[in-house]
């Protein structure tokens, strides 16, 4: 199992705000940045957020990104069909000289 | 545009070799770092490797340090992951995915990723 902790999956209904969690230790969420990525099905991942609450260009103010102490939390506004996909949650983690480590990923699913 | 395409996948027996590769082009490959990181079937991602932009720093998970090495060659702008004494646990797609620093560390992140080449070790 990850280091980084994400519930296996969440849902919602179109127009819903649905948030996902993300929980780690100091290692990692606790003194590095935390970054989302989206991976619709079948497809390969993408970058969603990157420094715990920035968005790359082209990608929707309806998603956003916070972070508090070891957790992080990718929240998605006014909730799309093409939104569902798995998301997971990345930090770098500074044990054993330095990796990345990603959560175990999220599966939502929209009603 | 960024492209990154993944290649050398297949399938390949248990304690074999096997060596990925994955071209790069539409920018300076020799100014990012790149990683290599891996999904199972019906599995969650899986941080693999990392390369800095010289090729002088590198670093691997646990699961397969001392089994994988990751280099590139920037004259032919290629990352390559030679993976040797394959398991079964190593069945998954590889992707390549570029770090948007010359190292990797506390502020990295994937900001382009290849669409991956899928790895099977069966007998």
């Known amino acids: 199992q990850s280091v980084v902790t994400q519930p296996p999956s969440a849902s919602g209904t179109p127009g819903q705000r649905v948030t996902i969690s993300c929980s780690g230790n100091?290692?990692?969420?606790?003194?590095?940045?935390v970054n989302w990525y989206r991976q619709l099905p079948g497809t390969a991942p993408q970058l969603l957020i990157y420094?715990?609450?920035q968005r790359p260009s082209g990608v929707p103010d309806r998603f956003s990104g916070s972070k508090s102490g070891t957790s992080a939390s990718l929240a998605i506004s006014g909730l799309q069909s093409e939104d569902e996909a798995d998301y997971y949650c990345?930090?770098?983690?500074?044990?054993?000289?330095?990796?990345?480590?990603f959560g175990g990923g999220t599966k939502l699913t929209v009603l | 545009q960024v492209q990154l395409v993944e290649s050398g996948g297949g399938v390949v027996q248990p304690g074999r070799s096997l060596t990925l590769s994955c071209a790069a082009s539409?920018?300076?490959?020799?100014?990012?770092?790149m990683h290599w990181v891996r999904q199972a079937p019906g599995k969650g991602l899986e941080w693999v490797a990392v390369?800095?932009?010289?090729?002088?720093?590198?670093n691997y998970a646990d699961s397969v340090k001392g089994r994988f090495t990751i280099s590139r060659d920037n004259s032919k702008n290629t990352l390559y992951l030679q993976m040797s004494s394959l398991r079964a646990e190593d069945t998954a797609i590889y992707y390549c995915?570029?770090?948007?620093?010359?190292?990797?560390?506390?502020?990295?992140?994937?900001?382009?990723w290849g669409h991956g080449t899928l790895v099977t070790v069966s007998s």
């Open positions: 995915a570029r770090d948007v620093f010359l190292f990797s560390g506390r502020y990295s992140y994937f900001d382009y």
């Open positions: 539409g920018f300076t490959f020799r100014s990012y770092a």
């Open positions: 390369i800095s932009y010289d090729g002088s720093n590198k």
């Open positions: 100091s290692s990692n969420i606790g003194s590095n940045t």
């Open positions: 420094s715990d609450s």
């Open positions: 990345a930090a770098w983690d500074d044990s054993l000289n330095g990796r990345v480590v």
